[in-house]
């Protein structure tokens, strides 16, 4: 039996209007009910995130900033946390302000921005979360930072990205989670270390997890995960890679992989 249910959260276990379906809901609850651990698995913040598991009824530790952060829902323990060097933090944003790139910094669960535009407020939208104006990012960057993110069109981060690799792509994990967001963290805060560090900490095997999600930033944790689902609408890089490609996140995606591998309800 699988133990250990990690979900993506934006285009995986939410549709396209960010909801949960009652479907999904109820087998999550099923899953949950058989013994198995169901957590949600984003490059959202924590507050963001919290606010979906809440709404759900979960109260396990949920892998938050793409596996940066690791922390318990009831009490707020930190059970895991890898923050982006200061280092390289400097360089990428002595790179972002030459370039005069939009850059958001994440420190102490609060979403920074250096001006207040429709980038953040776009972002800040989506994620359901407020945002606070820094103007001098310098006052800043020395904090630990569990993420950093460039947004821009995708062609152009996907330019910076190259750029970037060799400048400090050897102390930072560079990643998308949607096309027009390029984000950066520390090397071992990725969804694959965290959802490792959950298997030890909840006493299951990696084959015994199932990890789902659409984009690259979960390619990671499809890799080390006993079974790895791509959704119907993730990249066709993911969907190669994955062990199962199931139904897209409006068609209950998540529901039927619970239904058919953990509660053995559809037949193989």
């Known amino acids: 039996m699988y133990k250990l249910i990690a979900i993506?959260?934006?285009?995986?276990?939410?549709?396209?209007?960010?909801?949960?379906?009652?479907?999904?809901?109820?087998?999550?609850?099923?899953?949950?009910?058989?013994?198995?651990?169901?957590?949600?698995?984003t490059g959202r913040m924590f507050a963001?995130?919290?606010?979906?598991?809440?709404?759900?009824?979960?109260?396990?530790?949920i892998i938050t900033y793409q596996g940066a952060l690791v922390k318990t829902l009831l009490d707020g323990q930190v059970l895991y946390e890898r923050s982006v060097p200061s280092d390289a933090a400097s360089e990428l944003l002595a790179f972002?302000?030459?370039?005069?790139l939009h850059l958001q910094l994440y420190a102490d669960d609060q979403l920074y921005g250096m001006e207040d535009n429709e980038k953040i407020q776009a972002y800040s939208q989506l994620s359901n979360i407020p945002y606070l104006i820094e103007p001098d990012f310098s006052k800043l960057i020395h904090k630990p930072?569990?993420?950093?993110?460039?947004?821009?069109?995708?062609?152009?981060?996907?330019?910076?990205?190259?750029?970037?690799?060799?400048?400090?792509?050897?102390r930072v994990h560079i990643t998308k989670s949607k096309a027009?967001?390029?984000?950066?963290?520390?090397?071992?805060?990725?969804?694959?270390?965290?959802?490792?560090?959950?298997?030890?900490?909840?006493g299951?095997?990696?084959?015994e997890t199932i990890a789902m999600g659409d984009a690259w930033n979960d390619r990671e944790m499809i890799q080390a995960a006993g079974l790895g689902v791509a959704m119907d609408n993730a990249i066709d890089a993911l969907?190669?890679?994955?062990?199962?490609?199931?139904?897209?996140?409006?068609?209950?995606?998540?529901?039927?992989v619970i239904d058919k591998f953990v509660l053995n309800k559809i037949e193989a």
Do not use: W
């Open 8 to 41: 993506d959260v934006d285009d995986t276990l939410l549709t396209d209007d960010l909801i949960v379906t009652e479907g999904t809901r109820k087998s999550m609850e099923a899953a949950i009910a058989a013994g198995a651990t169901v957590t949600l698995a």
């Open 48 to 61: 963001s995130a919290q606010k979906i598991a809440r709404q759900i009824n979960l109260n396990v530790p």
């Open 96 to 100: 972002c302000s030459e370039r005069d």
């Open 145 to 170: 930072l569990n993420k950093m993110l460039i947004i821009d069109d995708p062609q152009r981060l996907d330019e910076l990205a190259l750029e970037l690799i060799p400048l400090i792509g050897d």
């Open 180 to 202: 027009h967001y390029l984000e950066f963290m520390h090397k071992e805060g990725t969804k694959g270390h965290a959802l490792t560090f959950m298997a030890e900490h909840l």
């Open 204 to 207: 299951c095997t990696m084959e």
């Open 239 to 256: 969907k190669e890679i994955a062990d199962y490609v199931t139904l897209s996140n409006n068609d209950e995606g998540v529901k039927h």
